[in-house]
């Protein structure tokens, strides 16, 4: 019998993808938080749970370290840069297949600046305005659609502290409740798009174990709320 492997990252991912875990009639016998294990079992035989960065998920399908996984659109959209106009739809990037919106890890993908800026000021057609963020690529096709020349400058974490050090004018992060920009004194001052974690499928592991991965796929669909 073959397994099928599924990445799932620690945190919110792990979290909201038990229920519909559950819904398929799957449930992992092993408590992340408090086992070092990465490779988790399940009370399904035929199914394993591996735990890796969630930067690192798309990674991991695309090479086949996991037949799927579960990861957020803005990691999708930064991991393929190339995704352009076609979007996270049914036809992926290079052998993944985004096959079902899970709706879960939602918020959204936001400018932010210091409450003293003016946004609308610096965005006008033509004009230039330093951007920091982790999602550059995402920051990037933003600003381009707008028309606006953007010098961006990479982070890794830690964004709200750009615009109150003049590091930058304006961030791109992602926003759930505000409660991060408000301790900063910082403003969302546009929203650039609804994100929540999709299913990513390898397109080869769906041709090698085509009934397993079906049935799989299409109990996570069926769970979605
Ligand atoms: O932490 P690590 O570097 O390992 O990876 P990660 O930060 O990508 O993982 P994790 O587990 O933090 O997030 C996994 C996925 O959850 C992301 O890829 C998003 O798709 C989704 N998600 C949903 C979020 C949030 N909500 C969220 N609020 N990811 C991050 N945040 C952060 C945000 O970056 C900001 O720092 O929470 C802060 C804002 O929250 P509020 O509620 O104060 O607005
Ligand atoms: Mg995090």
């Given at each position: 019998m073959s397994i099928i492997t599924l990445a799932l990252s620690k945190g919110r991912i792990f979290d909201d993808s038990l229920p519909l875990l559950a819904a398929a009639g799957i449930e992992v016998l092993d408590d992340p938080e408090k086992s070092r294990k990465l490779i988790l079992a399940t009370n399904q035989p035929g199914v394993r749970v591996v735990l890796v960065r969630a930067s690192d998920v798309p990674t991991y399908v695309e090479h086949g370290g996991a037949d799927l996984g579960v990861a957020g659109l803005d990691v999708l959209l930064e991991h393929g840069a190339?995704?352009?106009?076609?979007?996270?739809?049914?036809?992926?990037?290079?052998?993944?297949?985004?096959?079902?919106?899970?709706?879960?890890a939602r918020c959204r993908m936001s400018v932010a600046t210091r409450a003293d800026f003016d946004y609308a000021a610096a965005v006008r057609q033509g004009s230039r305005i330093r951007v920091a963020s982790k999602y550059t690529h995402i920051a990037r096709q933003h600003f381009a659609d707008k028309g606006v020349h953007v010098d961006l400058i990479k982070l890794?974490?830690?964004?709200?502290?750009a615009p109150l050090t003049g590091l930058a004018e304006a961030i791109v992060d992602l926003v759930s409740t505000g409660s991060t920009l408000k301790a900063n004194h910082l403003?969302?001052?546009?929203?650039i798009m609804d994100i929540s974690a999709r299913l990513v499928v390898n397109q080869a592991a769906l041709k090698l174990k085509r009934e397993p991965m079906r049935r799989l796929i299409d109990a996570f669909a069926g769970a979605v709320v």
């Open positions: 190339g995704w352009g106009d076609s979007g996270p739809g049914a036809s992926g990037l290079s052998g993944l297949y985004v096959p079902v919106d899970l709706k879960i890794y974490g830690s964004m709200e502290l403003v969302e001052v546009e929203r």
